[in-house]
């Protein structure tokens, strides 16, 4: 590997080191570095505990714990320059011993976590948050025998690849990534490279696990669930016509939770809602930068009680400093499963909808203006 001198068009070889020549460990350092960095492992994780040893009937401990994109539990083991003979085995162990945990046991495992290594936190939000659903419960957490391993060191033994070739040939995902320490002046750098699978394979499995995912997803809105809100949105969206809201003339039904549309504000955005036991109208404020989001919330919050005399109602306004999105928000809490109800419901929606957009439309398209020559 090399560093680059652009001043000079020269480059300049890095000298590749041994963790142990460093004086770094595995916990203190390498564990560190990829729990507050998990996707450096080319994928997005959420760490939700290490040195877990939450095992019935042992001592061990598994070196960090996450889940991945599809709410799977995925052990990661790290070494520094040698792998040793036993991780795949230990790795396997943890992996059966995980199997087993339960959504509440993960949710309270992360709840741990945070305590202990954030400073608080609400655990179920935030792993709704990071899964990107209104709630878990018709997420399953941990399911089957899909548990992932991923395995991090300088070098590996030919027993140790040989084993991980032989499991993703079997369907177990494990991984195994090389994390190359180099030394330039008194700078360390660290290359951290995907070797089984190679990435020219991995792309290959992408691919295959994209159909599998399509696949689920078809078998998926046969759940009840699924059909209900189909069902729903059918029948709201009849009504939103009926009612002359014609930004509604062009959407489609879908098995999600919300229904969006445009407000004429690149970025701000209107949804109706439907979950189990809410129904929602809510403006969103989603431009890619989180600065504009906030100045565009101040700008209408500034204007709160004329929007809310305009709506009919108060609002419930969360500018959510730690999130990139803000919201302004008007809920109804029912049995929103129960069909019922849902007469009482669309009609609610289409009032709402309809005061929100007559409240917040002259606002936002005047804050909009405003914001062209803003200083951010």
Not at 309 to 332: C, H, N, P, Q, V
Request: hydrophobic share 40%; glycine share 4%; proline share 2%.
């Amino acid at each position: 590997m090399f560093k680059v001198d652009r001043s000079e068009n020269r480059i300049h070889k890095l000298i590749e080191k041994r963790f142990s020549d460093l004086q770094l460990r595995e916990r203190e350092h390498v564990q560190e570095w990829i729990a507050n960095q998990p996707d450096a492992l080319g994928e997005e994780l959420l760490i939700i505990q290490k040195e877990f040893d939450q095992f019935a009937d042992t001592r061990e401990r598994l070196d960090l714990l996450a889940l991945d994109k599809d709410g799977q539990i995925v052990v990661i083991e790290n070494k520094l320059d040698d792998s040793g003979r036993d991780v795949t085995w230990q790795a396997l162990k943890y992996a059966a011993y995980c199997s087993s945990l339960t959504k509440a046991q993960i949710i309270d495992i992360y709840q741990h976590y945070l305590n202990r290594y954030c400073g608080g936190g609400n655990a179920l939000e935030a792993i709704c948050e990071f899964l990107e659903v209104e709630d878990l419960e018709e997420i399953v957490l941990n399911s089957g025998n899909g548990q992932r391993m991923m395995f991090v060191a300088a070098n590996f033994r030919k027993e140790v690849t040989s084993t991980v070739l032989w499991l993703r040939e079997h369907h177990v995902d494990a991984r195994c990534f090389k994390l190359t320490p180099y030394e330039f002046a008194s700078e360390l750098l660290v290359d951290i490279q995907q070797v089984i699978p190679t990435p020219e394979a991995a792309d290959f499995m992408i691919s295959m696990v994209e159909k599998e995912t399509e696949a689920k997803s078809a078998q998926g809105a046969q759940r009840r669930s699924h059909r209900l809100r189909l069902e729903f949105w059918e029948e709201a969206l009849e009504t939103l016509r009926a009612r002359g809201l014609s930004r509604y003339n062009t959407v489609s039904p879908q098995k999600d939770t919300w229904i969006s549309t445009g407000t004429g504000v690149t970025g701000c955005v209107a949804h109706l809602i439907f979950t189990k036991d809410e129904v929602r109208v809510e403006i969103c404020l989603q431009r890619p930068n989180a600065s504009e989001n906030k100045w565009l919330f101040d700008q209408l919050y500034k204007q709160r009680d004329d929007i809310e005399k305009a709506f009919g109602d108060l609002l419930t306004w969360k500018r959510i400093d730690d999130k990139k999105l803000s919201k302004i928000e008007y809920a109804k809490s029912a049995d929103c499963y129960d069909k019922g109800n849902w007469p009482e419901l669309i009609d609610w929606l289409a009032v709402h909808m309809e005061r929100l957009e007559k409240a917040f439309t002259d606002p936002i398209q005047e804050a909009n203006q405003r914001m062209k020559t803003a200083d951010f």
